[in-house]
Protein backbone atom coordinates (compact mmCIF):
# COMPACT_ATOMS: atom_id res chain seq x y z
CA UNK A 1 0.00 0.00 0.00
CA UNK A 2 1.11 3.28 -0.87
CA UNK A 3 3.76 5.32 1.75
CA UNK A 4 0.57 7.86 1.44
CA UNK A 5 -1.38 6.14 3.62
CA UNK A 6 1.50 5.84 6.37
CA UNK A 7 1.79 9.69 7.90
CA UNK A 8 -2.02 10.01 8.95
CA UNK A 9 -1.78 6.46 10.95
CA UNK A 10 1.19 7.72 12.61
CA UNK A 11 -0.13 11.22 13.44
CA UNK A 12 -2.88 10.16 14.66
CA UNK A 13 -1.70 8.30 17.08
CA UNK A 14 1.38 11.11 17.56
CA UNK A 15 -2.12 13.05 18.26
CA UNK A 16 -3.48 10.77 20.99
CA UNK A 17 -0.48 10.69 22.94
CA UNK A 18 0.04 13.83 22.88
CA UNK A 19 -3.66 15.34 23.60
CA UNK A 20 -4.08 13.31 26.97
CA UNK A 21 -1.31 14.78 28.26
CA UNK A 22 -3.38 18.36 28.68
CA UNK A 23 -7.17 16.89 27.88
CA UNK A 24 -7.70 16.05 31.23
CA UNK A 25 -6.63 19.26 33.11
CA UNK A 26 -9.95 20.91 32.10
CA UNK A 27 -12.02 17.68 33.68
CA UNK A 28 -10.04 17.72 37.07
CA UNK A 29 -12.59 19.76 39.10
CA UNK A 30 -15.76 17.48 37.43
CA UNK A 31 -13.55 13.76 38.20
CA UNK A 32 -12.91 15.47 41.50
CA UNK A 33 -16.59 15.30 42.24
CA UNK A 34 -17.72 12.57 40.30
CA UNK A 35 -15.25 10.37 42.08
CA UNK A 36 -15.31 11.83 45.65
CA UNK A 37 -11.63 12.94 45.30
CA UNK A 38 -9.20 15.14 47.14
CA UNK A 39 -7.37 17.98 44.47
CA UNK A 40 -4.02 16.00 45.02
CA UNK A 41 -6.01 12.40 43.85
CA UNK A 42 -7.16 13.91 40.96
CA UNK A 43 -4.37 15.90 40.15
CA UNK A 44 -2.46 12.39 40.12
CA UNK A 45 -4.48 11.66 37.26
CA UNK A 46 -2.41 14.12 35.55
CA UNK A 47 0.77 12.99 36.79
CA UNK A 48 0.28 9.48 36.75
CA UNK A 49 0.20 9.39 32.87
CA UNK A 50 3.25 11.77 32.22
CA UNK A 51 5.38 9.94 35.25
CA UNK A 52 5.08 6.28 33.21
CA UNK A 53 5.13 7.82 29.66
CA UNK A 54 8.37 10.17 30.86
CA UNK A 55 10.06 7.11 32.68
CA UNK A 56 9.81 4.94 29.56
CA UNK A 57 9.95 6.63 26.67
CA UNK A 58 13.53 5.98 25.99
CA UNK A 59 12.99 2.62 26.84
CA UNK A 60 9.50 2.42 24.14
CA UNK A 61 12.16 3.69 21.07
CA UNK A 62 14.85 0.73 22.15
CA UNK A 63 12.24 -1.85 22.76
CA UNK A 64 11.00 -0.46 19.27
CA UNK A 65 14.56 -1.06 18.15
CA UNK A 66 14.67 -4.54 19.05
CA UNK A 67 10.82 -6.18 18.35
CA UNK A 68 10.22 -3.71 15.02
CA UNK A 69 8.72 -0.34 14.93
CA UNK A 70 6.00 -1.40 13.59
CA UNK A 71 4.92 -4.03 16.05
CA UNK A 72 5.80 -1.97 19.05
CA UNK A 73 3.36 0.91 17.26
CA UNK A 74 0.50 -1.02 17.25
CA UNK A 75 1.14 -2.63 20.46
CA UNK A 76 1.46 0.61 22.15
CA UNK A 77 -1.62 1.97 20.28
CA UNK A 78 -3.79 -1.30 21.24
CA UNK A 79 -2.50 -0.61 25.17
CA UNK A 80 -3.81 3.16 25.09
CA UNK A 81 -6.90 2.21 23.29
CA UNK A 82 -7.62 -0.43 26.09
CA UNK A 83 -6.33 1.77 28.61
CA UNK A 84 -8.70 4.35 27.44
CA UNK A 85 -11.55 2.35 28.26
CA UNK A 86 -10.60 1.37 31.76
CA UNK A 87 -9.79 5.49 32.13
CA UNK A 88 -13.66 6.19 31.37
CA UNK A 89 -15.29 3.19 33.12
CA UNK A 90 -12.97 3.73 36.31
CA UNK A 91 -15.46 3.18 39.27
CA UNK A 92 -12.97 4.93 41.59
CA UNK A 93 -9.97 7.10 41.69
CA UNK A 94 -7.68 4.80 42.24
CA UNK A 95 -8.56 2.62 39.33
CA UNK A 96 -8.21 5.88 37.51
CA UNK A 97 -4.84 6.37 38.51
CA UNK A 98 -3.70 3.23 37.46
CA UNK A 99 -5.49 3.12 34.28
CA UNK A 100 -3.89 6.33 33.43
CA UNK A 101 -0.31 4.86 34.23
CA UNK A 102 -1.06 2.25 31.68
CA UNK A 103 -1.94 4.74 29.07
CA UNK A 104 1.20 6.27 29.35
CA UNK A 105 2.72 2.82 29.10
CA UNK A 106 1.21 2.58 25.82
CA UNK A 107 1.57 6.18 24.97
CA UNK A 108 5.87 5.50 25.39
CA UNK A 109 5.33 2.38 23.41
CA UNK A 110 3.52 3.93 20.62
CA UNK A 111 5.24 7.45 20.37
CA UNK A 112 9.05 7.13 20.14
CA UNK A 113 8.21 4.83 16.75
CA UNK A 114 7.14 7.44 15.08
CA UNK A 115 9.92 9.41 13.95
CA UNK A 116 11.83 6.16 13.53
CA UNK A 117 8.41 5.34 10.65
CA UNK A 118 8.78 8.84 9.00
CA UNK A 119 12.82 8.64 8.86
CA UNK A 120 12.57 4.82 7.14
CA UNK A 121 9.87 5.59 5.15
CA UNK A 122 10.10 9.02 3.62
CA UNK A 123 13.14 10.63 1.78
CA UNK A 124 14.53 14.10 0.61
CA UNK A 125 11.80 17.12 0.89
CA UNK A 126 8.92 14.73 1.52
CA UNK A 127 10.70 13.63 4.71
CA UNK A 128 11.42 17.25 5.54
CA UNK A 129 7.42 18.19 4.91
CA UNK A 130 6.83 14.75 7.22
CA UNK A 131 8.83 16.23 9.88
CA UNK A 132 7.17 19.64 9.60
CA UNK A 133 3.73 18.06 10.12
CA UNK A 134 4.58 15.77 12.78
CA UNK A 135 5.70 19.27 14.48
CA UNK A 136 2.41 21.01 13.93
CA UNK A 137 0.74 18.25 14.66
CA UNK A 138 2.41 18.24 18.46
CA UNK A 139 1.94 21.87 18.38
CA UNK A 140 -1.81 21.38 17.53
CA UNK A 141 -2.27 18.58 20.09
CA UNK A 142 -0.38 20.49 22.98
CA UNK A 143 -2.57 23.53 22.84
CA UNK A 144 -5.95 21.68 21.81
CA UNK A 145 -6.53 19.59 24.73
CA UNK A 146 -8.46 22.00 26.97
CA UNK A 147 -10.60 23.42 24.00
CA UNK A 148 -11.17 19.62 23.09
CA UNK A 149 -12.14 18.90 26.56
CA UNK A 150 -14.10 21.53 27.34
CA UNK A 151 -16.30 20.28 24.63
CA UNK A 152 -16.79 16.55 25.06
CA UNK A 153 -17.84 18.09 29.06
CA UNK A 154 -20.33 20.42 27.38
CA UNK A 155 -22.27 18.03 25.46
CA UNK A 156 -22.00 15.40 28.70
CA UNK A 157 -22.40 12.72 25.94
CA UNK A 158 -25.33 10.12 27.47
CA UNK A 159 -24.88 11.93 31.02
CA UNK A 160 -21.49 10.43 31.28
CA UNK A 161 -19.18 13.75 31.94
CA UNK A 162 -15.66 13.59 32.11
CA UNK A 163 -15.78 9.95 31.02
CA UNK A 164 -15.83 10.78 27.10
CA UNK A 165 -12.73 12.35 27.25
CA UNK A 166 -10.91 8.66 27.76
CA UNK A 167 -13.95 6.99 25.68
CA UNK A 168 -13.42 9.06 22.61
CA UNK A 169 -9.86 7.27 21.92
CA UNK A 170 -11.56 4.02 21.64
CA UNK A 171 -13.23 4.16 18.40
CA UNK A 172 -10.12 6.27 17.34
CA UNK A 173 -7.41 3.88 18.75
CA UNK A 174 -8.89 1.10 17.06
CA UNK A 175 -8.96 2.44 13.68
CA UNK A 176 -5.93 3.61 13.93
CA UNK A 177 -4.10 0.20 14.75
CA UNK A 178 -6.01 -1.52 11.80
CA UNK A 179 -5.04 0.94 9.70
CA UNK A 180 -1.42 0.59 11.21
CA UNK A 181 -1.17 -3.25 10.78
CA UNK A 182 -2.23 -2.98 6.90
CA UNK A 183 -0.20 0.31 5.62
CA UNK A 184 3.06 0.40 8.21
CA UNK A 185 6.35 -0.87 6.40
CA UNK A 186 7.80 -3.99 8.45
CA UNK A 187 10.95 -3.58 9.85
CA UNK A 188 13.28 -6.16 11.09
CA UNK A 189 13.88 -6.75 14.66
CA UNK A 190 17.27 -6.15 16.15
CA UNK A 191 17.93 -8.64 19.01
CA UNK A 192 21.14 -7.22 20.45
CA UNK A 193 19.37 -3.94 21.46
CA UNK A 194 20.22 -3.74 25.13
CA UNK A 195 17.56 -2.58 27.33
CA UNK A 196 18.03 -0.31 30.72
CA UNK A 197 15.16 -1.56 33.02
CA UNK A 198 16.93 -0.58 35.73
CA UNK A 199 17.27 3.10 35.05
CA UNK A 200 14.04 3.51 34.10
CA UNK A 201 12.90 1.82 37.48
CA UNK A 202 15.02 4.20 39.74
CA UNK A 203 13.84 7.30 37.12
CA UNK A 204 10.47 6.53 37.79
CA UNK A 205 10.62 5.85 41.70
CA UNK A 206 12.94 8.83 41.84
CA UNK A 207 9.75 10.95 40.27
CA UNK A 208 7.14 9.43 42.07
CA UNK A 209 9.16 10.51 45.48
CA UNK A 210 9.41 14.11 44.50
CA UNK A 211 5.80 14.41 42.86
CA UNK A 212 3.67 11.76 46.18
CA UNK A 213 4.45 14.36 48.66
CA UNK A 214 4.22 17.84 46.16
CA UNK A 215 0.28 16.23 45.34
CA UNK A 216 -1.35 14.47 49.04
CA UNK A 217 1.07 16.42 51.58
CA UNK A 218 -1.24 19.07 52.06
CA UNK A 219 -4.05 17.34 52.35
CA UNK A 220 -2.91 14.61 54.18
CA UNK A 221 -0.81 17.62 56.97
CA UNK A 222 2.39 16.31 55.67
CA UNK A 223 2.92 12.74 57.63
CA UNK A 224 6.32 11.68 58.29
CA UNK A 225 6.41 9.16 55.85
CA UNK A 226 5.88 11.55 53.15
CA UNK A 227 8.44 14.04 54.17
CA UNK A 228 10.61 11.13 54.48
CA UNK A 229 9.68 10.54 51.00
CA UNK A 230 10.29 13.86 49.56
CA UNK A 231 13.70 13.76 51.14
CA UNK A 232 14.31 10.16 49.74
CA UNK A 233 14.27 11.80 46.28
CA UNK A 234 17.39 13.27 46.10
CA UNK A 235 19.45 9.95 47.09
CA UNK A 236 17.43 8.05 44.81
CA UNK A 237 18.87 10.74 41.82
CA UNK A 238 22.51 9.93 43.03
CA UNK A 239 21.46 6.50 43.03
CA UNK A 240 20.13 6.53 39.33
CA UNK A 241 23.39 8.77 38.17
CA UNK A 242 25.36 6.08 39.75
CA UNK A 243 24.09 3.39 38.17
CA UNK A 244 24.14 4.71 34.71
CA UNK A 245 27.80 5.42 35.31
CA UNK A 246 28.04 1.88 36.34
CA UNK A 247 25.90 0.91 33.44
CA UNK A 248 28.11 3.28 30.75
CA UNK A 249 31.43 2.08 32.44
CA UNK A 250 30.62 -1.81 31.62
CA UNK A 251 29.75 -1.31 28.36
CA UNK A 252 25.98 -1.53 28.59
CA UNK A 253 23.67 0.75 26.73
CA UNK A 254 21.96 3.35 29.76
CA UNK A 255 18.35 5.23 29.46
CA UNK A 256 20.44 8.54 29.69
CA UNK A 257 23.97 8.72 28.40
CA UNK A 258 25.83 10.86 30.45
CA UNK A 259 27.95 11.72 28.06
CA UNK A 260 25.40 13.57 26.11
CA UNK A 261 25.64 16.24 28.85
CA UNK A 262 29.63 17.01 27.94
CA UNK A 263 28.26 19.03 25.36
CA UNK A 264 27.85 22.70 26.79
CA UNK A 265 24.75 23.31 24.48
CA UNK A 266 22.65 19.70 25.67
CA UNK A 267 23.95 20.20 29.44
CA UNK A 268 22.37 23.79 29.73
CA UNK A 269 19.38 23.39 27.12
CA UNK A 270 18.06 20.07 29.35
CA UNK A 271 16.75 22.31 32.00
CA UNK A 272 15.70 24.81 30.33
CA UNK A 273 13.16 22.26 28.85
CA UNK A 274 12.31 21.38 32.61
CA UNK A 275 11.86 25.22 33.77
CA UNK A 276 9.97 25.93 30.09
CA UNK A 277 7.40 22.85 30.87
CA UNK A 278 6.97 23.18 34.43
CA UNK A 279 5.88 27.01 34.00
CA UNK A 280 3.57 26.17 31.02
CA UNK A 281 1.69 22.99 33.07
CA UNK A 282 1.75 25.72 36.51
CA UNK A 283 -0.33 28.34 34.16
CA UNK A 284 -2.41 25.50 32.51
CA UNK A 285 -3.51 23.76 35.85
CA UNK A 286 -4.37 26.47 38.17
CA UNK A 287 -6.12 28.54 35.31
CA UNK A 288 -8.31 25.98 35.33
CA UNK A 289 -8.69 24.75 38.74
CA UNK A 290 -9.32 29.39 39.32
CA UNK A 291 -11.99 29.14 36.26
CA UNK A 292 -14.05 26.27 36.84
CA UNK A 293 -13.64 25.68 41.00
CA UNK A 294 -13.34 29.10 41.97
CA UNK A 295 -15.40 31.35 39.52
CA UNK A 296 -17.70 28.38 38.63
CA UNK A 297 -17.17 28.45 34.96
CA UNK A 298 -18.68 25.49 32.58
CA UNK A 299 -15.54 23.53 31.61
CA UNK A 300 -16.58 24.77 28.23
CA UNK A 301 -16.55 28.30 29.04
CA UNK A 302 -13.22 27.77 30.40
CA UNK A 303 -11.94 26.34 27.76
CA UNK A 304 -13.05 29.15 25.94
CA UNK A 305 -11.36 31.70 27.83
CA UNK A 306 -7.85 29.45 27.18
CA UNK A 307 -8.57 29.76 23.66
CA UNK A 308 -6.70 33.28 22.85
CA UNK A 309 -3.32 31.36 24.84
CA UNK A 310 -3.67 28.35 21.89
CA UNK A 311 -4.16 30.24 18.88
CA UNK A 312 -1.29 32.72 20.47
CA UNK A 313 0.97 29.07 20.18
CA UNK A 314 -0.39 27.87 17.04
CA UNK A 315 0.44 31.23 15.55
CA UNK A 316 4.23 31.25 16.50
CA UNK A 317 4.90 27.62 16.68
CA UNK A 318 4.31 27.50 13.54
CA UNK A 319 6.83 30.85 12.39
CA UNK A 320 9.05 29.84 15.00
CA UNK A 321 11.44 27.88 12.82
CA UNK A 322 11.33 30.82 10.01
CA UNK A 323 12.63 32.82 12.73
CA UNK A 324 15.91 30.84 13.63
CA UNK A 325 17.77 31.87 10.86
CA UNK A 326 17.48 35.34 11.84
CA UNK A 327 17.63 35.27 15.64
CA UNK A 328 19.43 31.42 16.49
CA UNK A 329 18.73 30.51 20.12
CA UNK A 330 17.53 33.28 20.88
CA UNK A 331 14.04 32.51 19.56
CA UNK A 332 13.69 30.82 22.50
CA UNK A 333 14.74 33.46 25.15
CA UNK A 334 12.57 36.32 23.10
CA UNK A 335 9.38 33.42 23.84
CA UNK A 336 10.11 33.03 27.07
CA UNK A 337 10.62 37.06 27.79
CA UNK A 338 7.03 37.73 25.95
CA UNK A 339 5.60 34.75 27.67
CA UNK A 340 6.67 36.14 31.04
CA UNK A 341 5.15 39.59 30.39
CA UNK A 342 1.78 37.74 29.22
CA UNK A 343 1.50 36.23 32.14
CA UNK A 344 2.26 39.33 34.22
CA UNK A 345 -0.24 40.82 32.60
CA UNK A 346 -2.99 38.10 33.15
CA UNK A 347 -2.10 38.01 37.19
CA UNK A 348 -2.51 41.66 37.68
CA UNK A 349 -5.67 41.17 35.72
CA UNK A 350 -6.99 38.69 38.06
CA UNK A 351 -5.77 40.45 40.96
CA UNK A 352 -8.26 43.45 39.79
CA UNK A 353 -10.93 41.11 38.87
CA UNK A 354 -11.14 39.11 42.25
CA UNK A 355 -14.39 36.48 41.84
CA UNK A 356 -15.89 39.30 39.10
CA UNK A 357 -13.83 37.78 36.24
CA UNK A 358 -16.30 37.19 33.15
CA UNK A 359 -13.04 35.88 30.98
CA UNK A 360 -12.63 38.24 28.22
CA UNK A 361 -10.64 40.27 30.11
CA UNK A 362 -7.84 37.50 30.43
CA UNK A 363 -7.96 37.64 25.91
CA UNK A 364 -4.89 39.75 25.80
CA UNK A 365 -2.98 39.08 28.30
CA UNK A 366 -3.49 35.07 27.31
CA UNK A 367 -2.61 35.87 23.72
CA UNK A 368 0.55 37.28 24.07
CA UNK A 369 1.72 34.25 26.33
CA UNK A 370 0.98 32.04 23.53
CA UNK A 371 2.76 33.89 21.67
CA UNK A 372 6.26 33.70 23.78
CA UNK A 373 4.96 29.86 24.21
CA UNK A 374 4.82 29.06 21.20
CA UNK A 375 8.34 30.49 20.12
CA UNK A 376 9.76 28.93 23.27
CA UNK A 377 8.78 25.70 22.62
CA UNK A 378 8.91 24.88 18.50
CA UNK A 379 12.24 24.81 18.34
CA UNK A 380 13.32 23.70 21.63
CA UNK A 381 14.40 19.78 21.02
CA UNK A 382 16.35 21.66 17.55
CA UNK A 383 18.39 23.97 19.49
CA UNK A 384 19.32 21.81 22.40
CA UNK A 385 20.20 18.69 20.83
CA UNK A 386 21.92 20.96 17.90
CA UNK A 387 25.67 19.95 18.99
CA UNK A 388 25.30 16.52 19.36
CA UNK A 389 26.81 13.93 17.26
CA UNK A 390 24.51 13.00 14.62
CA UNK A 391 24.47 9.67 16.26
CA UNK A 392 23.52 10.59 19.35
CA UNK A 393 20.56 12.96 18.19
CA UNK A 394 18.26 10.53 18.22
CA UNK A 395 18.74 9.37 21.98
CA UNK A 396 19.34 13.10 22.64
CA UNK A 397 15.78 14.12 21.18
CA UNK A 398 14.33 11.28 23.74
CA UNK A 399 16.21 12.43 26.43
CA UNK A 400 14.84 16.49 25.90
CA UNK A 401 11.11 15.30 25.63
CA UNK A 402 11.60 12.97 28.97
CA UNK A 403 12.45 16.28 30.53
CA UNK A 404 9.79 18.01 29.09
CA UNK A 405 7.27 15.25 30.91
CA UNK A 406 8.88 15.33 33.97
CA UNK A 407 8.71 19.13 33.94
CA UNK A 408 4.95 18.35 33.30
CA UNK A 409 4.79 16.05 36.31
CA UNK A 410 6.59 18.90 38.86
CA UNK A 411 4.51 21.71 37.29
CA UNK A 412 1.61 19.66 38.47
CA UNK A 413 2.74 18.56 41.71
CA UNK A 414 4.66 22.38 42.74
CA UNK A 415 1.74 24.30 41.04
CA UNK A 416 -0.78 22.84 42.53
CA UNK A 417 0.81 22.62 46.16
CA UNK A 418 1.52 26.50 45.34
CA UNK A 419 -1.77 27.46 44.72
CA UNK A 420 -4.23 25.67 47.35
CA UNK A 421 -1.15 26.82 49.89
CA UNK A 422 -2.25 30.54 48.91
CA UNK A 423 -5.61 29.94 48.30
CA UNK A 424 -5.54 28.81 51.99
CA UNK A 425 -8.98 27.57 53.67
CA UNK A 426 -11.12 30.01 51.43
CA UNK A 427 -13.29 27.90 49.18
CA UNK A 428 -14.65 31.27 47.51
CA UNK A 429 -13.88 33.49 44.00
CA UNK A 430 -11.77 35.89 45.82
CA UNK A 431 -9.36 33.45 47.40
CA UNK A 432 -9.06 31.86 44.10
CA UNK A 433 -8.25 34.65 41.95
CA UNK A 434 -6.09 35.54 44.82
CA UNK A 435 -3.73 32.33 44.56
CA UNK A 436 -3.42 32.67 40.79
CA UNK A 437 -2.70 35.94 41.09
CA UNK A 438 0.21 34.96 43.09
CA UNK A 439 0.89 31.94 41.25
CA UNK A 440 1.46 33.43 38.09
CA UNK A 441 4.80 35.63 38.71
CA UNK A 442 6.06 32.42 39.76
CA UNK A 443 5.22 30.77 36.53
CA UNK A 444 6.79 33.94 34.52
CA UNK A 445 9.84 33.70 37.19
CA UNK A 446 10.52 29.84 36.15
CA UNK A 447 10.42 31.59 32.51
CA UNK A 448 12.98 34.36 33.24
CA UNK A 449 15.02 31.52 34.76
CA UNK A 450 14.64 29.47 31.30
CA UNK A 451 15.50 32.85 29.44
CA UNK A 452 18.49 33.73 31.66
CA UNK A 453 19.80 30.02 30.78
CA UNK A 454 19.66 30.64 26.52
CA UNK A 455 22.29 33.26 27.36
CA UNK A 456 24.69 30.98 28.60
CA UNK A 457 23.84 28.54 25.71
CA UNK A 458 26.79 28.17 22.86
CA UNK A 459 25.77 29.71 19.65
CA UNK A 460 23.95 26.72 17.50
CA UNK A 461 25.74 25.64 14.06
CA UNK A 462 22.67 26.84 12.12
CA UNK A 463 22.42 30.44 13.93
CA UNK A 464 23.89 33.03 11.83
CA UNK A 465 27.09 34.68 13.38
CA UNK A 466 27.30 37.60 11.62
CA UNK A 467 26.23 40.97 11.59
CA UNK A 468 22.50 42.27 11.07
CA UNK A 469 22.82 42.12 7.36
CA UNK A 470 23.77 38.71 6.85
CA UNK A 471 20.44 37.75 9.04
CA UNK A 472 18.03 38.85 7.09
CA UNK A 473 15.55 37.15 4.65
CA UNK A 474 17.39 36.20 1.08
CA UNK A 475 15.07 39.49 -1.00
CA UNK A 476 16.36 41.89 1.96
CA UNK A 477 19.60 40.72 1.79
CA UNK A 478 20.45 41.42 -1.92
CA UNK A 479 18.37 44.95 -1.44
CA UNK A 480 20.85 45.83 1.81
CA UNK A 481 23.68 45.03 -0.48
CA UNK A 482 22.10 47.02 -3.64
CA UNK A 483 21.67 50.10 -2.03
CA UNK A 484 25.21 49.88 -0.63
CA UNK A 485 27.06 49.67 -3.87
CA UNK A 486 24.71 51.53 -5.78
CA UNK A 487 26.07 54.83 -3.68
CA UNK A 488 29.31 53.67 -3.40
CA UNK A 489 29.30 52.32 0.17
CA UNK A 490 27.84 55.63 1.94
CA UNK A 491 24.43 54.01 2.86
CA UNK A 492 25.34 51.20 5.35
CA UNK A 493 28.88 51.84 5.36
CA UNK A 494 29.03 51.00 9.58
CA UNK A 495 26.89 47.97 9.00
CA UNK A 496 29.23 46.59 6.31
CA UNK A 497 32.20 47.06 8.26
CA UNK A 498 30.57 45.43 10.98
CA UNK A 499 29.63 42.54 8.34
CA UNK A 500 33.14 42.22 6.98
CA UNK A 501 34.82 42.31 10.91
CA UNK A 502 32.74 39.12 11.68
CA UNK A 503 33.63 37.42 8.15
CA UNK A 504 37.42 37.93 8.67
CA UNK A 505 37.43 36.60 11.97
CA UNK A 506 35.48 33.68 10.81
CA UNK A 507 38.18 33.17 8.17
CA UNK A 508 41.42 33.90 10.40
CA UNK A 509 39.84 30.88 12.33
CA UNK A 510 39.26 28.71 9.84
CA UNK A 511 42.77 29.18 8.47
CA UNK A 512 44.34 27.90 11.49
CA UNK A 513 41.85 25.29 12.24
CA UNK A 514 41.86 23.51 8.67
CA UNK A 515 43.11 19.66 8.76
CA UNK A 516 46.99 19.32 7.80
CA UNK A 517 45.91 16.93 4.91
CA UNK A 518 45.62 18.47 1.49
CA UNK A 519 42.67 16.51 0.62
CA UNK A 520 40.67 17.40 4.38
CA UNK A 521 42.19 20.77 3.71
CA UNK A 522 39.77 21.61 0.45
CA UNK A 523 37.16 19.60 1.61
CA UNK A 524 37.08 21.29 5.63
CA UNK A 525 36.95 24.82 3.56
CA UNK A 526 33.90 23.87 1.15
CA UNK A 527 32.05 22.59 4.18
CA UNK A 528 32.85 25.63 5.95
CA UNK A 529 32.12 27.62 3.32
CA UNK A 530 28.78 26.63 3.30
CA UNK A 531 27.73 30.10 6.69
CA UNK A 532 28.76 32.21 4.30
CA UNK A 533 25.84 32.42 1.75
CA UNK A 534 25.40 36.11 2.20
CA UNK A 535 28.69 37.15 1.86
CA UNK A 536 28.73 34.97 -1.62
CA UNK A 537 25.78 36.88 -2.50
CA UNK A 538 27.59 40.06 -2.05
CA UNK A 539 31.04 39.14 -3.67
CA UNK A 540 29.09 38.31 -6.87
CA UNK A 541 27.12 41.61 -6.93
CA UNK A 542 30.32 43.35 -5.82
CA UNK A 543 32.29 41.46 -8.83
CA UNK A 544 29.60 43.07 -11.41
CA UNK A 545 29.88 46.32 -10.00
CA UNK A 546 33.32 46.87 -10.16
CA UNK A 547 35.12 44.55 -12.03
CA UNK A 548 38.87 44.37 -11.55
CA UNK A 549 38.73 48.19 -9.83
CA UNK A 550 39.27 49.19 -5.88
CA UNK A 551 36.04 47.65 -4.05
CA UNK A 552 35.42 49.38 -0.34
CA UNK A 553 37.00 48.30 2.79
CA UNK A 554 40.33 46.99 0.24
CA UNK A 555 42.73 47.42 2.52
CA UNK A 556 40.85 45.26 5.09
CA UNK A 557 40.18 42.72 3.29
CA UNK A 558 44.05 42.26 1.96
CA UNK A 559 45.68 40.60 5.42
CA UNK A 560 43.28 37.72 5.42
CA UNK A 561 44.04 36.87 1.95
CA UNK A 562 47.77 37.10 3.15
CA UNK A 563 47.53 35.09 6.03
CA UNK A 564 45.80 32.73 3.77
CA UNK A 565 48.34 32.38 1.19
CA UNK A 566 51.25 32.56 4.63
CA UNK A 567 49.34 29.44 5.42
CA UNK A 568 49.89 27.35 2.57
CA UNK A 569 53.16 28.21 1.95
CA UNK A 570 54.26 27.19 5.60
CA UNK A 571 52.63 23.84 4.22
CA UNK A 572 54.54 23.60 1.80
CA UNK A 573 57.66 24.17 3.82
CA UNK A 574 56.10 20.95 5.83
CA UNK A 575 56.35 19.13 2.78
CA UNK A 576 52.87 19.11 2.64
CA UNK A 577 51.73 20.82 -0.50
CA UNK A 578 54.30 20.60 -3.51
CA UNK A 579 56.42 23.83 -3.13
CA UNK A 580 56.83 24.30 -6.88
CA UNK A 581 53.50 25.10 -6.64
CA UNK A 582 53.12 28.84 -6.52
CA UNK A 583 51.33 29.66 -3.17
CA UNK A 584 49.14 33.03 -4.69
CA UNK A 585 47.73 30.50 -7.32
CA UNK A 586 46.86 27.58 -4.67
CA UNK A 587 44.91 30.12 -2.58
CA UNK A 588 42.97 31.04 -5.90
CA UNK A 589 42.71 26.85 -6.53
CA UNK A 590 41.08 26.63 -3.19
CA UNK A 591 39.06 29.55 -3.15
CA UNK A 592 37.07 28.64 -6.24
CA UNK A 593 36.72 24.52 -4.84
CA UNK A 594 34.97 25.89 -2.03
CA UNK A 595 32.94 28.76 -3.18
CA UNK A 596 32.58 28.09 -6.77
CA UNK A 597 29.56 25.22 -6.83
CA UNK A 598 27.51 27.67 -4.42
CA UNK A 599 28.32 31.18 -6.02
CA UNK A 600 26.99 30.27 -9.41
CA UNK A 601 24.74 27.39 -8.18
CA UNK A 602 22.88 27.29 -11.67
CA UNK A 603 26.11 26.04 -13.33
CA UNK A 604 26.42 23.68 -10.42
CA UNK A 605 22.69 22.65 -10.85
CA UNK A 606 22.99 22.55 -14.93
CA UNK A 607 26.25 20.51 -14.69
CA UNK A 608 25.89 17.65 -12.45
CA UNK A 609 22.08 17.66 -12.09
CA UNK A 610 21.91 18.33 -8.63
CA UNK A 611 21.85 22.09 -6.27
CA UNK A 612 24.96 22.80 -4.49
CA UNK A 613 22.48 22.31 -1.30
CA UNK A 614 21.90 18.61 -2.35
CA UNK A 615 23.11 16.18 0.27
CA UNK A 616 24.25 13.73 -2.77
CA UNK A 617 26.46 17.07 -4.66
CA UNK A 618 28.02 17.63 -1.29
CA UNK A 619 29.57 14.77 -0.55
CA UNK A 620 30.91 14.27 -4.62
CA UNK A 621 32.06 17.28 -4.57
CA UNK A 622 33.91 16.65 -1.20
CA UNK A 623 35.27 13.25 -2.46
CA UNK A 624 36.71 15.20 -5.59
CA UNK A 625 38.32 18.38 -4.04
CA UNK A 626 39.75 15.53 -1.54
CA UNK A 627 41.35 13.37 -4.32
CA UNK A 628 42.42 16.60 -6.03
CA UNK A 629 44.12 17.72 -2.91
CA UNK A 630 46.36 14.72 -2.58
CA UNK A 631 47.37 15.40 -6.21
CA UNK A 632 48.75 18.56 -4.64
CA UNK A 633 50.77 16.99 -2.37
CA UNK A 634 54.22 17.24 -1.95
CA UNK A 635 56.70 14.56 -2.54
CA UNK A 636 56.90 12.07 0.23
CA UNK A 637 60.09 12.72 3.16
CA UNK A 638 62.48 10.21 3.40
CA UNK A 639 64.82 10.39 6.18
CA UNK A 640 68.74 10.65 6.21
CA UNK A 641 70.45 7.72 5.81
Not at 20 to 43: K, N, T
Request: net charge positive; glycine share 12%; with cysteine.
Amino acid sequence: MSSRFVLPVVLAGTFMAILDVSIVVVAIPSIRMDLRAGYGAAEFVISAYTLTYASLLVTGGRLGDRFGRRRMFIVGLLGFTGSSALCGAAPSIGVLIGARALQGIGGALMFPQVLAIIQVTFGGQARTRALGVFGSVIGIAAVAGQLVGGVLLALNVFGLTWRPLFLVNVPLGAAAALAAARVLPRDPPDAHTRLDLGGAGLIAITQLLLTLPLLEGREHGWPAWMLGCLAASAPCLALFVAYEQRLAARGGAPLVPLRLFRDRGFAGGVPIALLFQASYTIFALTLSIYLQAGLGFSPLRAGAVYTPDAIGFFITSLTAPRLVPLLGRHVLSTGYVIASLGLLAAAATAAAAGSGLAGWELAAPLFIAGLGQGLGMSPMVGTIIAGLEPADAGTGAGVVTMTLQTGNVLGVGAGSLLFFTLAGSGLHGAAYAHAYALVLPVSAALLLLAAAGVHWLPVTPFEAQNALIERLPGWATGFAYSMFLMTGGRIGDRLFADVLSHITERRLRRTGEAPEDPGEFFAYHFDAMGEDGAWLNYLEREALTYGTGPIPHEHERLPVIQAQVDEIRRRQNAGLIDPRLDPRLVRLLGFALASYPRLLPQITRMTTGTPPGDPRFIAEWETFVRALGKRLAGPPQTGHT
